[in-house]
Structures are given as C-alpha cells and as structure tokens.
C-alpha cells in the first residue's frame, strides 16, 4: 500500500504568537517555524504502518515557500520515502489545498491518505474532509487508532459521546487526533539520511488550480488579557461568594 | 544559527526537543536523589547519540565536532548532569573506536555506540592531575594478561559504568611509557571507592577506582604500549568543546528561566521586567552567551578543519565559555533574588552544576597556559 501524507509549515507551538500592529495577522518575522503537530503525528502514523510491513511506500507533500522544505525532510528523517514540495508563497485555503491534493493524488494512486485533523496556525479543520468530497472518498477524521484488516481500514475516531469505530474500504482519507500517537524523535542517522531522499519540486500551476484567496481576513486581535482572580480561604467562603455573583 | 545548515538545524532541534522533554521535568529529581537514568542514556543510545563523532562503522553516527557542540548544547539546556556525562562516554567511545586495534573495536564499540554499554575514562590520579604526564597506576604483562595497580579518582560514573578506557604506565618513561587499557566492571581487582559528595554534578556517581592487581586479557590494550598519553592528548581539545557546549546550554537554560521569572514577578505595582535595571542585566547575559557560543562554534569548527591553531582555539573556547556561563547562571541567580536560592526554582542547581565546568577537562588556568603556550609558538 502507498500512503500520501501531506505536511504544513507552521509557526512552532512554542512561540508566544504576536498579532501585526495593523491587525492584517500574526507577525511571522524571525518566528521559528516548524512541522504542524497533527501532521507529525500522521507522519509517525504512516512510519509505523510501514514499521508494521502493511505499507511500501510513504510520500509526503507540502504546500508553501521554499522553506517548507525543511519541513518535507524533518518528515523523510522519520522516515518517509519522498516528497513533494509545492511552491508558493500565497496564503493558500484550505479548498485550494484540497484541490492540489486531489491532482497529486491522481497522479500519485495512494491508497491512503492521512492528514492532520487541522494546522495550528488556523485551525480551520477542513482540508481531509473537503478532498474526501472532492474525490468522493471515504473518510474517517479524528483518529485515535488506526488499523489495517483484510484491504479495510478501521478507525477508532473521538466524538463527543466517546469513541466511534468506521470500517473504511480503501482507498480514504483518515485526518489524526492528538491521542493516535506519540510521534518519534528522527535519529542522527536518519537525519543525515533524509539529506538524500529525493524532493520534487512543483507549483500550483503545474496542477492547473486556482489558489487565489476566496475569504478576506477583516481582522486579527490578541485575545482579551484574562483579569485576575480572587483568592478565597475556604470552601464556606468560595460558596457564599458564588451565590453572590449569582453563579449557584 | 542562522549560519548552520539545514541538518545541523535539524540535528539541534531534535536535541533540544529530548532535552525539553525528556531530561528538564527530571532535573531537579536527579540532583535530589543522586541518580543517572540509564533509560535515557539508552533513549539517547538509540538515537544515535552514543557515539556522535565516532565512525559509522560500528554503529557511531559519524558527525562533526561542531555538530557534537549543537547537541551537548542542547541537551544541556535539560539536564546539565546527564548531558556531560554522556560526552564523557562519547569522548571514551571515540577513543576506542580511533585507536583500539579491530578486533577489539568490533568487540566493543558496537555496544557503546548503542549505549548497550556505558564507558567512564579514567586519566586522572591522585597525584597526577594538570600534570598528567605523572601518572603512577602501572600496568604489567603477565603471560597473556596485563596486571593494574594504582588508584584514579574523579572518575565520573565510577561503579554506574560497564567499561573503563584506562591509562596505566606499562613503561617508566614518562608520558611515553603510558599505555591505555579497556577494563570491563567486573573484572578481578577492580573496586570502588564512595560516592564523593559534590557540589554539583550530583545525578553522577563521582568516585575513585582503585586497580589492585585488577587482571584484564591483553588484547584489552587500546593501540599499541607507550600510545597512551598520546591518544589522551588527541582526545582533548575535543573533550573541551564537549565541557564547554554543555557550560553554554545550562547558562541557556539559566536565562530561559530568569526571562520567564521577571515576566511573571511584581514588584512597585509591576513586572520587574519594566525596570531598566533588569533589562540591562538580561542584554548583558543575552550578548554574553552570544559571544561565547560564536566562539564555541568556531573553536569546533577549527577542530574539524584539523587548523594549525585549533589547540589554541578549543582552550580558548573552553576557558571563556566556561567563565561566561557561570557568570550568566549567577546573573540568572540575581535576577530570582531570594527565591533564585531555593532549591525549586532549579537555577541554583545550574549555578552549582557549571561551577565544576571551570575546573575539569584541564583547569581553566591551565587553559590559559595553553593559549600563551601557542601564541609564543607563533600561532597568534
């Protein structure tokens, strides 16, 4: 089985996110940047199915600037076979992004397509399953599990009552959780490895589809400063001062 | 870092993603209890950590010494103890790996590289310590065994480690009749003294070993007889930059903390951040260990470029990166004011853990020594 695992180039989790003076967004200048969490984890997903010999080949894909490269090779030094760089520098949404996924999908045949649930830097939480519409695809989105069974892949996803077990046929698209995996550290010698995988360079053009914005951002504010609280000495006070803010 | 490549980038986030993860939560505990956890050595083994600048042919991963300095640097920033004590074992494992004839490299280093096996080194006596050249322990050939007598001390992981790379005298001849040895832990005759009780340092056993008519199979001499000194000498302008890389990253981790403390305390009705008093001293630590890792990196870099003057260079770095780190950490200290005293805050075990990194690997008034030694010899 060949899996297809797309990548984005985020702000790092780390970084205490500044919002531009003009509030058109979030100050990206000398900001350090790395992998989406979620697309780790779907990275480290697709490792360990390869671990498992249920899978041949891993091809990652990513969508951005030149340095979003650095973000292909952080994901074939865990262990992913190629990539495939996209290169432009436009905000691309999440349909356009669903888009140039469906085109490299028709070129690539993977059976299985696993993604992030949703980047860090916008949460939008759309690409898997717009491109499961696009190709009229299964999908199972939110994964806490997934396993391979007779050409069927089953997917234990969290909803809000628990967890909810789907039999997907292949091919489908699977977007990760927080909880399906504890992604690896690359190895040093996995790192210098990586250096050789090979990338394919391509742009939005090559795949004929339009990534001109279709939303505009009104504007980007800091959230509320949370103000301070108030300290109580015991349960009998804590209760006497809900009721009086009327919160019991 | 903007000068690093993209590997290297790579290379030293990894590190510091282990160390942020793996190593900080359990600083704090390692220093109370006195322990080395073997099953992050082992984590690290299996990350190729284990042998950083040893060769690939035994499992090492084959980089570069400024590659090695990215990663004790980082590593550092979590546990100084652990990050320094796994460059002793990598300076033990190069040395095995560069010099030991290979058979003996095939038995060993495929072990060590994996951290299957934890080497300590063993150079120091107690009457040979800058003058190392004077060692006393003695090794003689008694059919096909070599038999020790002598004791070292400040060995690092004496008693926690399965193997002990060894300098002994097979010769009088001064540092010509060195030789070195690889003792496995359980051989006859080696013992160990107590735990030294230490400022710093404290998560690693630091004791004597003592070698009384200890009995090792021959084939266990690194090199040839009378090599010895010299395969110490090679390994230290290397083991210098390891010191002081893992100097530099507990200063790091130092101000990182201090940054975040003077955000967070109020003082006057504000953050003390607000006061110019602490924003100068904060520039002053950022620029300090700015200038410091410059150097660090150039001294490593010298190092693989094997320059004329980069002796001189890695005792430099050594010296000034040392010097620098504990005086950010003691900055860093201030900064907490009373509360930088306490235990909790974690910044007074930064302050005693790099206390030590201005006296080992060569004093740092040694240091000095070297640089003056090499300018007069006409590398200025």
């Known amino acids: 089985m060949k899996v297809l695992v797309p990548v984005k180039r985020?702000?790092?989790?780390?970084?205490?996110?500044?919002?531009?003076?003009?509030?058109?967004?979030?100050?990206?200048?000398?900001?350090?940047?790395?992998?989406?969490?979620?697309?780790?984890?779907?990275?480290?997903?697709?490792?360990?199915?390869?671990?498992?010999?249920?899978?041949?080949?891993?091809?990652?894909?990513?969508?951005?600037?030149?340095?979003?490269?650095?973000?292909?090779?952080?994901?074939?030094a865990m262990g992913a076979d190629r990539g495939i760089l996209i290169k432009t520098d436009d905000n691309v949404e999440p349909l356009a992004v669903?888009?140039?996924?469906?085109?490299?999908?028709?070129?690539?045949?993977?059976?299985?397509?696993?993604?992030?649930?949703?980047?860090?830097?916008?949460?939008?939480?759309?690409?898997?399953?717009?491109?499961?519409?696009?190709l009229d695809w299964p999908q199972g989105t939110f994964a806490s599990e997934v396993i391979l069974e007779d050409g069927k892949i089953n997917v234990t996803?969290?909803?809000?009552?628990?967890?909810?077990?789907?039999?997907?046929?292949?091919?489908?698209?699977?977007?990760?959780?927080?909880?399906?995996?504890?992604?690896?550290?690359?190895?040093?010698p996995n790192i210098m490895k990586a250096k050789k995988k090979p990338i394919d360079e391509k742009s939005p053009g090559d795949y004929g589809v339009d990534t001109?914005?279709?939303?505009?951002?009104?504007?980007?504010?800091?959230?509320?400063?949370?103000?301070?609280?108030?300290?109580?000495?015991?349960?009998?006070?804590?209760?006497?001062?809900?009721?009086?803010?009327?919160a019991i | 870092?903007?000068?690093?490549?993209?590997?290297?980038?790579?290379?030293?986030?990894?590190?510091?993603?282990?160390?942020?993860?793996?190593?900080?939560?359990?600083?704090?505990?390692?220093?109370?209890?006195?322990?080395?956890?073997?099953s992050k050595l082992e984590a690290l083994g299996e990350l190729g950590f284990?042998?950083?600048?040893?060769?690939?042919?035994?499992?090492?991963?084959?980089?570069?010494?400024?590659?090695?300095?990215?990663?004790?640097?980082?590593?550092?920033?979590?546990?100084?103890?652990?990050?320094?004590?796994?460059?002793?074992?990598?300076?033990?494992?190069?040395?095995?790996?560069?010099?030991?004839?290979?058979?003996?490299?095939?038995?060993y280093v495929p072990r060590l590289t994996a951290t299957e096996l934890i080497a300590s080194y063993c150079l120091t006596e107690p009457g040979a310590?800058?003058?190392?050249?004077?060692?006393?322990?003695?090794?003689?050939?008694?059919?096909?065994?070599?038999?020790?007598?002598?004791?070292?001390?400040?060995?690092?992981?004496a008693g926690f480690s399965d193997v002990y790379v060894v300098m002994a005298r097979t010769d009088d001849g001064g540092a010509k009749g060195v030789s070195t040895f690889i003792v496995d832990k359980d051989a006859p005759g080696l013992s160990f003294g107590k735990h030294e009780d230490k400022m710093g340092w404290r998560a690693q056993p630091t004791a004597m070993v003592n070698f009384d008519d200890c009995r090792i199979p021959a084939t266990n001499r690194v090199g040839d007889e009378g090599h010895g000194f010299k395969f110490a000498m090679a390994g230290l302008d290397g083991g210098r930059l390891n010191i002081a890389a893992c100097a530099l990253g507990g200063a790091q981790d130092a101000l990182d903390r201090a940054f975040a403390y003077v955000q967070e305390r109020q003082q006057f009705g504000r953050a003390i951040i607000e006061f110019q008093a602490t924003q100068f001293k904060l520039a002053d630590m950022?620029?300090?260990?700015?200038?410091?890792?410059?150097?660090?990196?150039?001294?490593?870099?010298?190092?693989?470029?094997k320059t004329p003057d980069a002796t001189k260079f890695c005792a430099m770095a050594k010296r000034f990166v040392t010097d620098t780190s504990s005086k950010v950490a003691n900055d860093a200290l201030q900064l907490h004011g009373g509360y930088g005293y306490l235990g909790d805050y974690e910044v007074e075990r930064i302050v005693r853990d790099l206390r030590v990194h201005q006296i080992l690997e060569g004093t740092n008034e040694i240091m000095r020594v070297i640089v003056a030694r090499e300018m007069m010899k006409g590398q200025v």
Not at chain 1, 42 to 65: H, T
Not at chain 1, 234 to 242: A, F, G, H, W
């Open chain 1, 157 to 188: 996803r969290e909803i809000d009552g628990g967890l909810q077990t789907l039999s997907l046929q292949t091919p489908a698209i699977v977007t990760t959780d927080l909880r399906l995996n504890e992604p690896r550290y690359a190895s040093l």
């Open chain 1, 212 to 246: 001109a914005a279709r939303l505009s951002v009104v504007k980007v504010t800091e959230p509320p400063v949370r103000e301070a609280g108030e300290k109580v000495e015991d349960v009998s006070e804590l209760v006497t001062k809900l009721k009086a803010k009327g």
């Open chain 2, 286 to 305: 950022e620029t300090e260990l700015a200038a410091a890792r410059a150097l660090l990196y150039e001294a490593a870099t010298k190092l693989d470029k």
């Open chain 1, 98 to 134: 669903a888009k140039i996924l469906e085109k490299v999908i028709g070129e690539e045949s993977p059976e299985l397509v696993i993604l992030g649930k949703q980047a860090i830097d916008d949460d939008s939480n759309q690409t898997g399953q717009m491109l499961a519409a696009l």
């Open chain 2, 50 to 107: 284990g042998g950083i600048y040893t060769t690939e042919e035994h499992g090492g991963s084959g980089l570069t010494r400024l590659d090695a300095a990215l990663i004790f640097e980082q590593l550092s920033r979590g546990d100084i103890s652990h990050a320094a004590f796994l460059s002793i074992h990598n300076m033990a494992t190069w040395m095995i790996d560069s010099f030991a004839h290979d058979q003996l490299r095939a038995k």
């Open chain 2, 1 to 38: 870092m903007t000068l690093l490549t993209e590997e290297q980038t790579m290379i030293s986030d990894m590190a510091k993603g282990f160390a942020m993860k793996e190593l900080r939560p359990n600083a704090a505990r390692w220093d109370k209890e006195g322990n080395l956890d073997r």
């Open chain 1, 10 to 76: 985020v702000i790092d989790y780390n970084v205490k996110v500044r919002v531009k003076s003009d509030q058109s967004g979030v100050d990206l200048a000398n900001v350090k940047m790395s992998m989406n969490p979620f697309d780790e984890i779907s990275v480290e997903e697709a490792v360990r199915l390869k671990e498992k010999g249920a899978v041949e080949e891993i091809v990652v894909v990513s969508i951005g600037p030149q340095q979003a490269q650095e973000t292909l090779r952080t994901a074939l």
């Open chain 2, 129 to 157: 310590g800058s003058d190392a050249a004077s060692l006393k322990t003695t090794a003689k050939l008694e059919g096909d065994e070599y038999v020790l007598n002598g004791a070292k001390v400040f060995i690092s992981g």
